[in-house]
T-cell receptor, first 110, second 114 residues
Framework: KNEVEQSPQNLTAQEGEFITINCSYS?????LHWLQQHPGGGIVSLFM???GKKKHGRLIATINIQEKHSSLHITASHPRDSAVYIC????????????FGAGTILRVKS | DGGITQSPKYLFRKEGQNVTLSCEQN?????MYWYRQDPGQGLRLIYY???????QKGDIAEGYSVSREKKESFPLTVTSAQKNPTAFYLC?????????????FGPGTRLTVL
């Protein structure tokens, strides 16, 4: 079993829909990251969370440490949101080592 | 304009040849990382370097080598000993190798072995 599991693997939405991507992990963590990978391959960091909730524009990330679960929400989705969304966790092993989920491929249709 | 550059974007190699992937950063970061991405799998750590002239193996270092002679450069060599080298390779850097530091990623190099 992977230490970081994401669901769904693939997601197709209509423009304007509310989107939720889930991440579950099996280890104790010091932080969780949500990353966005564009079709060209480049990756950008969206959020780093250790508790609670963060919001940036139409993106909201939440984490429940007790349940070892995080969600990424996109409100009023747009075709430009189409990308791969990756969850990564930083554990108690020290340093900056991240363990990555396999990613969720999101396609938003107009 | 600060960032991480990787070159080339696409690389083709004949089986049995070594190939070196470039990674340069002008963010003045101490720590640098190399990851491999395969379809349907999460990124996996190949090597990382916390400081110039020092580096450590990651989870899948076999068949790879690195050097860190300059702070801004962390080239990765894929050797002929790597049995399945076709993949997408991503370089990243962070200010230090500490848990609170964000990693910044380069655009990646797609390596195909013919």
């Amino acid at each position: 079993k992977n230490e970081v599991e994401q669901s769904p693997q693939n997601l197709t939405a209509q423009e304007g829909e509310f989107i939720t991507i889930n991440c579950s992990y099996s280890v104790g963590i010091s932080a969780l990251h949500w990353l966005q990978q564009h079709p060209g391959g480049g990756i950008v960091s969206l959020f780093m969370l250790s508790s609670g909730k963060k919001k940036h524009g139409r993106l909201i990330a939440t984490i429940n440490i007790q349940e070892k679960h995080s969600s990424l929400h996109i409100t009023a989705s747009h075709p430009r949101d189409s990308a791969v969304y990756i969850c990564a966790v930083r554990g108690p092993w020290g340093g900056n080592k991240l363990v990555f989920g396999a990613g969720t491929i999101l396609r938003v249709k107009s | 304009d600060g960032g991480i550059t990787q070159s080339p974007k696409y690389l083709f190699r004949k089986e049995g040849q070594n190939v070196t992937l470039s990674c340069e950063q002008n963010l003045n970061h101490d720590a640098m990382y190399w990851y491999r991405q395969d379809p349907g799998q999460g990124l996996r750590l190949i090597y990382y370097s916390q400081i110039v002239n020092d580096f450590q193996k990651g989870d899948i270092a076999e068949g790879y080598s690195v050097s860190r002679e300059k702070k801004e450069s962390f080239p990765l060599t894929v050797t002929s000993a790597q049995k399945n080298p076709t993949a997408f390779y991503l370089c990243a850097s962070s200010q230090r190798d500490l848990s609170q530091d964000t990693q910044y990623f380069g655009p990646g190099t797609r390596l195909t072995v013919l």
